[in-house]
T-cell receptor
């Protein structure tokens, strides 16, 4: 039972255009969302995050949008560059009160290819 | 400042063999995590440790054990490896109150 879903396994975009990566979730208790980027043979690296009290967060070329009513978030990359070619994972945070820490639940990832 | 380090980078085991994957972080983080990544499955949490001396199960704990040796180190043990445990294993850490996790480079394990 996948609580965080990325329904597009791959996306191909021309350099300079916008890349839009989508993510859906099922649990309305999630209150914090993150995007990670992963290159081959490396660990994932944090890209951008958004709290459920916001609907948009921007960091340079990267913007994440959150639609709580639709349980949907998206990552926009503008303009896309060849170096953005990687696998992108969205993740939702769930708080573990007894340990005062949280756990992340990841989607299955979307492979973005940016071509010249 | 190395961040999160993992050893070994690659390992091949025969079915039934045991091994321990090592993870260490130098960021003074309280929480540490073990994930496995399989094609089409994303990253799935195996075990986590919120602080030294505490561990708890994640989504897919069967067949694994963990030890939080001290604040820096968190190891993952496979007592009797099975082909279904062929995967890439990632260790991660995070500071208290922060959801952002920092990942190691991964260990690619093949069980034949």
């Amino acid at each position: 039972d996948q609580q965080v879903k990325q329904n597009s396994p791959s996306l191909s975009v021309q350099e300079g255009r916008i890349s839009i990566l989508n993510c859906d979730y099922t649990n309305s208790m999630f209150d914090y969302f993150l995007w990670y980027k992963k290159y081959p043979a490396e660990g994932p690296t944090f890209l951008i995050s958004i709290s459920s009290i916001k609907d948009k967060n921007e960091d340079g070329r990267f913007t994440v949008f959150l639609n709580k009513s639709a349980k949907h978030l998206s990552l926009h990359i503008v303009p896309s560059q060849p170096g953005d070619s990687a696998v992108y994972f969205c993740a939702a945070s769930t708080w573990v009160r007894s340990y005062n820490t949280d756990k992340l639940i990841f989607g299955t990832g979307t492979r973005l290819q940016v071509f010249p | 400042n190395a961040g999160v380090t993992q050893t070994p980078k690659f390992q091949v085991l025969k079915t039934g063999q045991s091994m321990t994957l090592q993870c260490a972080q130098d960021m003074n983080h309280n929480s540490m995590y073990w994930y496995r990544q399989d094609p089409g499955m994303g990253l799935r949490l195996i075990y986590y440790s919120a602080s030294e001396g505490t561990t708890d199960k994640g989504e897919v704990p069967n067949g694994y054990n963990v030890s939080r040796l001290n604040k820096r180190e968190f190891s993952l043990r496979l007592e009797s490896a099975a082909p279904s445990q062929t995967s890439v294993y990632f260790c991660a850490s995070s500071e208290e109150g922060n959801s952002e996790q920092y990942f190691g480079p991964g260990t690619r394990l093949t069980v034949t």
